[in-house]
């Protein structure tokens, strides 16, 4: 069983970047599809980004195209999310998550991590 854990989060001002982490159990990242999501409160959770963990294919959600990236490290182990521009509206709690298939529906991942915050103030 793959186990992510996330990290990375924290408080930043409007236009401010961060980026997050995603730490799995093993190396196993070469069999499956990655995503970020998110989830504010009150809200659902939210598709960010998917990848294969080959690297080709990766998509966005409209509202982060152009501000986020992800990406992989070489080893194989560890998911990014790079963040600019960061605007108030991106303020939730970041969840990595694996599948077998890149996909913006969360019910089509596998393994979960516990989430990171991130809090953007105006």
């Known amino acids: 069983q793959v186990q992510l854990v996330e990290s990375g989060g924290g408080l930043v001002q409007a236009g401010d970047s961060l980026r997050l982490s995603c730490a799995a159990s093993?190396?196993?990242?070469?069999?499956?599809?990655m995503a970020w999501f998110r989830q504010a409160p009150g809200k659902e959770r939210e598709f960010v980004a998917a990848?294969?963990?080959?690297?080709?294919?990766?998509s966005y959600a409209d509202s982060v195209k152009g501000r986020f990236t992800i990406s992989r490290n070489n080893a194989g182990d560890t998911l990014y999310l790079q963040m600019s521009s960061l605007k108030p509206e991106d303020a939730a709690n970041y969840y990595c998550?694996?599948?077998?298939?890149?996909?913006?529906?969360?019910?089509?991942?596998?393994?979960w991590g516990q989430g990171t915050q991130v809090t953007v103030s105006s």
């Open positions: 998550a694996a599948g077998y298939w890149t996909s913006t529906n969360p019910k089509d991942y596998n393994y």
């Open positions: 990848m294969r963990w080959s690297g080709d294919r990766t």
């Open positions: 093993e190396r196993t990242f070469g069999s499956w599809a």
